[in-house]
């Protein structure tokens, strides 16, 4: 072959492979599909982030132990935050631009995912499952937007209706994280107040990781509030009660899906019996789980030598969502198919709620209903409440 045409067959060749890597679904390869997630592993919310991390890498590990999905295996990298805003936006530069992610998947934090959003839906990766009521994570619509939380603040405002309207509340107060999720509980109580003509009688905040609220604490009992509430996570939570409790302050504290955890209803001391919170999800008990979820947590046991908290459980549930959707795109993967897969999932039930997403629909479950402590597990008392 002359020289001539042996270098015009090569400059085409090498044309068709440039063209075809710029057609590339980004993430997604003939063998695999790759996924990341920016996620506390250590900090003062780990405990969520450990969980959820668990419970999708082996829910992942059972799908490629099987064959994948239409072939592919299921890849999931995932960086440490410690539930700081810079932190998450450096672990989201190297997903978004290293290891150029198909999806994020499980995201967790309201600050955390609200710095990062922005960056990453301009490279057009998909936000599904981020593990944060903020309202950003679903408002306003986007097509590469998917969440299984409703709203920090609309939770926040369906409760707070239901403590004034059914239990007589009259001076709520409330306690809140300096952080983007504690300012969407504070914007909520004020709405909901001034919806019910009524006034917040006293406030405070605090960062994340503090653990001193005894002046917190005299302030707001000073005020005479007959309902706190808290907008915290975890540690936090339990530390507020526990300091109202031993100072003898008996008000009641209402918080959200944040604080909905085992880890909480069985803090030591008993301190937080009593302690009301919204969910839109049942905490799974091993010993009054349907018998699938009693296998999966006895699997889980002994893969991770502990048992699995809140937090594991809807990590399996992001990612089977997340499995179920990949299913229906089909082996001609994109982010057109995925998503049309996402949006064909109907009532899909888990733990007492049924999802449903749609083309004009990412918010699989838009309410919650509110659960308190008792006997140091949470009880459902009421239906799904709205405001």
């Known amino acids: 072959m002359p020289g001539h045409l042996r270098f015009s067959f090569t400059l085409f060749a ?30 003062p919310v780990a405990i969520w982030g450990v969980g959820s991390v668990n419970a999708i890498r082996m829910r992942f590990d059972e799908v490629n132990a099987a064959g994948g999905v ?9 960086e440490d935050t410690q539930y700081q805003v810079p932190r998450a936006i450096q672990a989201a530069n190297k997903l978004l631009n290293r290891d150029k992610i198909f999806a994020m998947l499980a995201a967790l934090g309201a600050s955390t995912n609200n710095a990062v959003l922005p960056q990453q839906l301009a490279r057009n990766v998909p936000n599904i499952f981020p593990y944060t009521g903020a309202k950003a994570m679903g408002e306003p619509f986007h097509r590469l937007k998917f969440t299984i939380f409703p709203s920090y603040y609309g939770q926040t405002r369906a409760g707070l209706k239901y403590f004034v309207e059914n239990r007589g509340k009259q001076a709520v107060c409330i306690q809140y994280q300096d952080t983007d999720f504690g300012q969407e509980v504070y914007e909520g109580v004020v709405d909901q107040l001034n919806a019910l003509g009524m006034r917040l009688v006293e406030q405070g905040k605090h960062q994340p990781a503090d653990t001193d609220f005894a002046t917190a604490v005299v302030k707001l009992r000073k005020a005479g509030c007959d309902l706190v509430v808290l907008g915290a996570i975890i540690k936090d939570t339990v530390t507020f009660i526990a300091a109202a409790r031993k100072l003898g302050w008996e008000v009641d504290f209402l918080g959200t899906y944040a604080a909905y955890e085992p880890f909480v209803a069985e803090y030591e001391g008993g301190y937080t019996e009593g302690f009301y919170a919204l969910a839109p999800y049942e905490v799974q008990y091993f010993d009054t789980a349907e018998p699938e979820i009693k ?35 089909g082996r001609d993967l994109t982010l ?16 007492g709620a049924a999802l449903d997403f749609g083309p004009d629909k990412h918010d699989g479950v838009r ?15 009421t239906g799904p409440l709205n405001y």
């Open 295 to 329: 296998a999966w947590m006895e699997r889980y046991q002994v893969k991770f030598g502990e048992p699995p908290n809140s937090s594991a459980v809807l990590g399996r549930l992001a990612a089977d969502l997340t499995v179920l959707a990949l299913e229906r795109a």
């Open 70 to 78: 239409h072939g592919r295996q299921l890849r999931f990298i995932v």
């Open 14 to 43: 090498l044309l068709l492979t440039l063209l075809a890597q710029a057609e590339q679904t980004q993430g997604v390869t003939d063998t695999e599909v790759v996924f990341g997630a920016h996620t506390p592993l250590s900090g």
């Open 367 to 381: 309410e919650a209903r509110l659960g308190v402590v008792d006997n140091k597990r949470w009880k459902m008392i």
């Open 336 to 351: 057109d198919s995925f998503i049309a897969g996402l949006e064909s999932i109907r009532d899909y039930q888990a733990f």
